[in-house]
């Protein structure tokens, strides 16, 4: 079985390399400024130098397609009696990925296209009709509808956290590339599993292959087609391998295996829902972002991550073999890496005063709430104003309804964000009193007041980008001052300065 599995893994790579070699080429003759499938960097949160190609995705699927049908026309390999939904399902969701790539679609079409997809596979019978208990081994029977709810939200969550977190380069291949190593385990110690084994290895040498190109500096992009297929196969087997004698092992596998991606993405909704952001709206404070904002560099960061996730694939497989003893040290290794992340990345100061810090957050979510309506109203003034003076007068007004001053005319507490965006180097807000809603003082108010000045971020560089830097005093530029930002915040968004 060996010679047939590495056999597997060298063609996976080949078709991969050739293939994304083969878009590179194609992609190198057009000018990226007007052609779509394209990552143009926007000095905001996309900091890459130059428009990337985000159409990995297309080989990595295509390698898929290729081993599949490989495998069905010579019906070499055992118990592939799923392929056909699997192959279904991942195609639909990689061209819904993929049709986003080329031209973009809101989250809500996406999100119900997705939907969509998940039923028609629990249709086709990939459903979670049966949970065991991993430590006990005692199985149950889910209702049809309790069976129908976990399949839809398994099959949807599943490739948004791969998607998630697709924000470094690297990082979306490399959790692809340990998980379907850790799956085609699983697979190969199955005797009815060795089908999805077999292309879950050849998948893994279709990620590395990929991954030659995607390290720092990337040079091409996964792509949402790409991070949906590899989350939804992932999905997608767990779950057919759960109905199979491994019943309720690849599942528990797949969820420890993805502990630091669904951390994160618990992490970055909890966040956004505490402050009052859209919890769709995304941001540059993600876990690999933090990572460099402590001063890693991009390849130091994404080693850190590959090595928990190792740990992670380790302790994941362990559980097969010892579920008791391994499922105990996963939780405990995981709540360590949350209590790690927490404290360690900055996401919350101490945890004797972490009650009181939340009552503080929940405080200011009205005047969030409602700066983050003003920013966007302010995005659209971009579009809509031709004048350079008229939009910066309008910026400047709904600064001032929010109690802060571009000028500098006050003596109150101030806010100072870095980012090096068309040589701004600093911006730096005065407060003008208490936020409307409230008297907020002290630490709450200093909270509060950043997190409101915060969402004023966007519209000022898409306004520097369309009619310039304005001349106000709390703004510091590459010609007014020779400082740089530091190096650990040129990848942030916006860095709150303390």
Known sequence: MAVPLLITVILGFLCCFGGIWTILRLTARSKSETHRGWDHPDDLRKTHPKAV????????????AILAGGMAILEEIPNLESL?????GGALIFLLGLWDDLVPLSAKIKLAAQVLIAILMWILGLRIDLVTNPVSGAAVTLAPAISFAVTVLWLV?????INL?????????????????TLGIVGALSEFQQGLGFLSFG?????????CFNFPPARIFLGDGGAYFIGFFIAAATIDSSQKSYVGASLTVTLIALGVPILDTIFAFGRRFLKGVPVM????DHIHHRLLLIGMSSGKALFVLYGVFI???????????NKSLSIGLSVGFLILVALIALRGLGYVGKFRTLPADLKRI??????????????????????????????????????RRLNLSNTLDSNGPTVVFHFPFKGVVSWKIASLGALPDGELTGESGSLARETVASCFVTPLCLGIKKFGAPNWRGLTTVDSSPAKAPESQEKSELTPGR
């Open 157 to 161: 969550a599943i490739p948004n956290v």
């Open 53 to 64: 190609p985000r159409l990995g995705g297309v080989a990595v699927f295509g390698t898929f």
């Open 165 to 181: 977190a697709d924000g470094m380069d690297g990082l979306a291949g490399g959790i692809g590339l340990f998980l379907f190593i």
């Open 311 to 321: 740990a992670l694939a380790v302790l994941a497989l362990s559980t097969i073999f």
């Open 362 to 399: 929940l405080g200011t979510r009205k005047e969030v709430r409602f700066a983050v309506l003003v920013s966007q109203a302010l995005e659209m003034e971009v579009v809509r104003q031709k004048k350079h003076a008229t939009f910066w007068e309008i910026f400047e007004h709904e600064m």
């Open 203 to 211: 998948l893994a040498g279709a990620t590395v292959a990929f991954l």
């Open 84 to 88: 056909g939904a699997v192959s279904l």
């Open 281 to 284: 709206r995304g941001d540059s």
